[in-house]
T-cell receptor
Framework: GAVVSQHPSWVICKSGTSVKIECRSL??????MFWYRQFPKQSLMLMATSNEGSKATYEQGVEKDKFLINHASLTLSTLTVTSAHPEDSSFYIC????????????FGPGTRLTVL | SQQGEEDPQALSIQEGENATMNCSYK?????LQWYRQNSGRGLVHLILIRSNEREKHSGRLRVTLDTSKKSSSLLITASRAADTASYFC????????????FGAGTQVVVTP
C-alpha cells in the first residue's frame, strides 16, 4: 500500500517555541492531506484539510494562526505549531489521499509533541 | 466533533475467540471505514464498506452496515495476540467528501 511518513516522530520543546511537523507521501501524489490530533486514549480529531497549492480548511475551533499548514507540493504538507504551550502536547497524525480515490486515506505514523 | 460512538470501549479476550465491536453514527454517510491503531502508532486501514453495501469480508474480518440503524459492526474471528490494538470506525459524510469523523474507539486486548 501507499506509504506516508512523518518527521519527526517525536519532539520535545519549550513553551513559546514553534515546531514544524512534516508529512510526506512517499510513493504517490497526494492532492489532499489531512491533519489530526489525538489526545491520550482518545479518538482522532480532524484539525484541517489541505489541498496542494491552496489554503488549508480548518475545522471549527482550530486556530489557523496557531496551526499553520502548508501544502507546497503533491508529496509534502507541513504543520507548524506556533508558540506552543503545554496544552498543545498531543499526538499529531497526518493522512494523505490521492485524486484517484478519496475513500482511502493513508496515515502517517504520527508525531508525539511534548511541550514543557 | 466526533460522529461515532463505539462499544464496548474495551474488550479483553483470549486467543482463538471472536471479537465483536460496534459503531453507531448520527448523520448520513457515503461510506464507513474501520482502522486499527497499535499503541502510539499511526492508523492502518482495515476495510471500507459503502453505504449501499450490507456486509463485507476481508480475511478474518467481517464488517456489517445497517444504514437504517446507523450502525456498523466489526467482527474479528479466531483472534490472535497480534490483534491487540485500538479499533476505530470512521465515517465519510455526504457533504464532507474525504473528511473522516472517527468514533471513540474500542481497545482490544487478546491474551495468549
Amino acid at each position: 500500500g501507499a506509504v506516508v511518513s512523518q518527521h519527526p516522530s517525536w519532539v520535545i520543546c519549550k513553551s513559546g517555541t514553534s515546531v514544524k511537523i512534516e508529512c510526506r507521501s512517499l510513493d504517490f501524489q497526494a492532492t489532499t492531506m489531512f491533519w489530526y490530533r489525538q489526545f491520550p486514549k482518545q479518538s482522532l480529531m480532524l484539525m484541517a484539510t489541505s489541498n496542494e497549492g491552496s489554503k488549508a480548511t480548518y475545522e471549527q475551533g482550530v486556530e489557523k494562526d496557531k496551526f499553520l499548514i502548508n501544502h507546497a507540493s503533491l508529496t509534502l504538507s507541513t504543520l507548524t505549531v506556533t508558540s506552543a504551550h503545554p496544552e498543545d502536547s498531543s499526538f499529531y497524525i497526518c493522512s494523505a489521499a490521492s485524486g484517484v480515490s478519496y475513500n482511502e486515506q493513508f496515515f502517517g505514523p504520527g508525531t508525539r509533541l511534548t511541550v514543557l | 466533533s466526533q460522529q461515532g460512538e463505539e462499544d464496548p470501549q474495551a474488550l479483553s479476550i483470549q486467543e482463538g475467540e471472536n471479537a465483536t465491536m460496534n459503531c453507531s453514527y448520527k448523520t448520513s454517510i457515503n461510506n464507513l471505514q474501520w482502522y486499527r491503531q497499535n499503541s502510539g502508532r499511526g492508523l492502518v486501514h482495515l476495510i471500507l464498506i459503502r453505504s449501499n453495501e450490507r456486509e463485507k469480508h476481508s480475511g478474518r474480518l467481517r464488517v456489517t452496515l445497517d444504514t437504517s440503524k446507523k450502525s456498523s459492526s466489526l467482527l474479528i474471528t479466531a483472534s490472535r495476540a497480534a490483534d491487540t490494538a485500538s479499533y476505530f470506525c470512521a465515517t465519510d459524510g455526504g457533504d464532507s467528501w474525504g473528511k473522516l469523523q472517527f468514533g471513540a474507539g474500542t481497545q482490544v486486548v487478546v491474551t495468549p
